[in-house]
Structure formats: C-alpha cells, structure tokens
C-alpha cells in the first residue's frame, strides 16, 4: 500500500507568495502544493493537502486523519503559538507528526520561540522554505520504515 501523508497548512499561509516576501518569499502556497506533490510521488507517496484560517477546523481535520493518512505534516502558522486545541488534537493521534515552518521561527520574534504544539510531535523542521515541506515528507518516510525494521 503506499503511504500517504496528510500536510496541514494553517491561518494567512493561503497568502503566500504576497505575504511578507522578505520573509517567506515569493512562492505560493499552490506552488508548494505541486513541489510537494512531485516530490512525494517519486517516493509513491501520496499527500493530501489542505489549509485553513479557523482553528477549529484544523482540529476537525486532525479528527477526520484517523486511519486514513500514515504521517502527519503542520504548520500551524501562527495557531502553532497559542493553540491548545490543536495541542490537544494532535495528542489524540498515534502517528508520525512533523511540525514545520517557512522561517526560522527562532531567529524571530520572541513570541515565536514558543510552540504549543512541539510537545505532541516528532520533531521540528523550520527555516527552509519550500524545503521545510520536502525534508518533512523525508522525514515521516524515515519514521516509517525505521518503525518496520
Ligand atoms: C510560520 C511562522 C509563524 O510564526 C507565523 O505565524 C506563520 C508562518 C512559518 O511557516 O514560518 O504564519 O508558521
């Protein structure tokens, strides 16, 4: 069966590309989408990918991954700052999960050096733009198979 993996994108990331270029650069958020998905096909590996501005329906989201998605990507935008919810959601799930982002949320502002969510996932990849996404799905491919050795 191949794997799939399910990339959350949340709030203001639909912007991309117009969004504060200085920091996220100039891709958009359909550009990562097909780099993403080119990507992971070479690996056979599916992803379904989404984004939302609401929280809550980040975790319905979450809720729906179930047994239909083997690894989990987020970036939880700023959500990632302040939501238990999301936290709380996360826990819930018993698969590999890979909190991302675009910047280097440590080489920021302050109120960005701290994520709610870390607690609940495998590890943090931020500071690589577009390749934040593809060491990710790199990244839940090596759980995986790590996991069947
Ligand atoms: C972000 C970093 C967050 O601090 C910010 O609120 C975002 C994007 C990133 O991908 O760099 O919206 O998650």
């Given at each position: 069966m191949a794997l799939k993996i399910q990339i959350i994108n949340g709030p203001n990331l639909n912007l991309l590309g117009k969004r504060e270029p200085d920091i996220y650069g100039h891709i958009t958020l359909e550009q990562i989408q097909k780099e993403v998905e080119k990507h992971s096909q070479k690996k056979n590996i599916s992803v379904d990918f989404c984004q939302s501005n609401i929280e809550g329906e980040i975790v319905n989201k979450i809720q729906e991954i179930e047994d239909n998605a083997q690894g989990l990507i987020i970036n939880a935008a700023a959500f990632t700052h302040t939501s238990?919810?999301?936290?709380?959601?996360?826990?819930?799930?018993?698969?590999?999960?890979?909190?991302?982002?675009?910047?280097?949320?440590?080489?920021?502002e302050e109120f960005r050096h701290k994520?709610?969510?870390?607690?609940?996932?495998?590890?943090?990849?931020?500071?690589?733009?577009?390749?934040?996404?593809?060491?990710?799905?790199?990244?839940?491919?090596?759980?995986?198979?790590?996991?069947?050795?």
């Open positions: 238990v919810a999301i936290l709380d959601a996360l826990n819930t799930l018993n698969i590999p999960k890979i909190e991302i982002h675009i910047s280097n949320i440590f080489a920021r994520s709610m969510i870390s607690k609940s996932v495998h590890g943090i990849i931020c500071g690589f733009g577009l390749n934040s996404y593809i060491l990710a799905v790199d990244a839940i491919e090596n759980i995986i198979k790590n996991e069947n050795r």
